[in-house]
């Protein structure tokens, strides 16, 4: 069902799929190969490694929920297969098939709960 909505892209090793700071509007599901995710620190020419992400992951589902500017950049380590899920695609999934949509959404804030948790408990462990 949800299919239609989607487009595949190959990323080749290397390149970004989006940088920080960049307009939001997909979100990208990992088909194959691995992809890093990376934020820039108060340091010029220096960011941090925020996850790696491979078959089955998601990225970028922050920008399609709140309409922000990317907060990472995330670029393939190899080359990469992903499902892209644009903002316009969403919107239209919600609208034709609102159970659907409900059922993504609630997948996509289970995913941040996820990552919120994981990220408190990283910082635990830096301090």
Known sequence: ???PYLQRVRVPAGAALFREGDRGDFLAIVVSGKLQASK????PGRGVVIAHLSRGTCAGELAVVDERPRSLTV???EDSEILILSRTAF???I???PHLGLNL???IT???SIRVRALGDRLTRIF
């Open 91 to 93: 919107n239209a999934l």
């Open 1 to 3: 069902m949800i299919a």
């Open 105 to 107: 959404m609630r997948r």
């Open 110 to 112: 289970q995913l941040l």
């Open 95 to 97: 609208r034709a098939n």
């Open 75 to 77: 670029r393939a380590l």
């Open 40 to 43: 820039k620190t108060e340091f």
